[in-house]
């Protein structure tokens, strides 16, 4: 048999769009119909070069913060989430607000609160300066104390050892966050753990489809982008598993043909912030140079949807839409 007639693509399933990245992003566009252009909307709408470039097309403007957009005018929070402190500040501008925060983000949040209102210290376990991270802290930022890597627990000072609990951003690797607790618990022996995972179920079922390639790949490539928490991690998780060599892409125009040296299998995921078509550029630039033959490894089904923002809802149907 020639190496020709070796060569293959592993495709991940599941791969790309999550339930909570289709709902902002439908949350935008739908609000764009709605109310015609522009639309504002704080940060990047889902941490993805092409869909913001593809919604600002559309007639989105995208801001870093509240005090960019015009008063009174419409402003779309992000799948991220935000703090207290944002939604206060929209309303001083008496801004309309759509809020798309992710619903598996807004559990972390009430978590947050939960244990705040209880009087724990609260052991955030996350990447510092990312946008889910900044809204969970603000909502009781006198109780969290953001964990940044193992390296970061010698650091933590905390009021009651009893009363002491952890919660985490939802786009972590999920070997990497148990790892964490784990050592966390060695310092606090009777951390509380968060009512139900925090991880979120795209994040863990991504990840878990990438373990099962990355053995059998000498090359990995994950479209995602660069300030796309989960993507990177699947590029982490890729090496860690056994993967050859693994890069993150935005656009298949970005892959490099010395990457394909020596390399009979690869590995092709995307994260749950990328649309469809990117991939399908991929697996089109792959079969080009000889890799058409693509094997579909599903990890699990994935099936959840999430209704869009309330507020948003209600004012397509006083419009008949």
Not at 34 to 59: F, M
Not at 175 to 196: C, G, M, Q, W, Y
Not at 241 to 249: D, P, Q, R, T, V
């Amino acid at each position: 048999m020639s190496t020709a007639s070796k060569k293959q693509v592993l495709l991940a399933a599941p791969r790309g769009y999550c339930a909570g990245v289709d709902r902002a992003v439908v949350t935008v566009e739908k609000a764009i119909d709605l109310y015609g252009k522009p639309v504002y909307v704080r940060k990047q709408i889902v941490h993805n070069k092409y869909v913001v470039q593809s919604l600002e097309e559309r007639g989105a403007i995208f801001v870093d913060e509240t005090d960019e957009v015009p008063e009174g005018a419409i402003v779309v929070f992000s799948a991220h989430g935000v703090s207290p402190a944002v939604h206060q500040s929209a309303a001083e501008r008496n801004l309309k607000t759509i809020d798309a925060t992710c619903p598996l983000v807004t559990k972390v949040h009430n978590e947050a609160k939960r244990f705040a209102a209880d009087d724990y210290d609260i052991l955030l376990i996350g990447h510092k300066g990312h946008e889910e991270v900044d809204g969970t802290a603000g909502e009781a930022p006198k109780h969290i104390q953001l964990v940044d890597g193992i390296a970061s627990i010698k650091d933590i000072k905390v009021r009651d050892e009893n009363k002491v609990a952890w919660l985490s951003q939802t786009t972590l690797s999920v070997d990497e966050t148990l790892a964490t607790v784990a050592e966390l618990r060695k310092r606090f022996p009777n951390l509380i753990d968060p009512p139900s995972d925090d991880i979120c179920y795209a994040t863990q079922n991504r990840q878990v489809a990438i373990k099962e390639i990355a053995p059998k790949a000498d090359l990995v490539l994950i479209v995602g982008s660069k300030n796309s928490s989960n993507s990177v991690r699947l590029v982490e998780v890729s090496l860690e598993y056994g993967a050859k060599a693994a890069y993150l892409i935005d656009f298949a125009a970005e892959a490099k043909d010395e990457w394909l040296s020596g390399v009979t299998t690869v590995g092709v995921s995307s994260g749950a912030s990328v649309p469809e078509i990117l991939v399908k550029d991929l697996l089109e630039w792959l079969a080009k140079r000889g890799f058409g033959d693509v094997q579909v490894i599903t990890a699990t089904e994935e099936h959840l949807l999430f209704s869009l923002p309330v507020e948003l809802r209600k004012e397509l149907k006083a419009a008949g839409k």
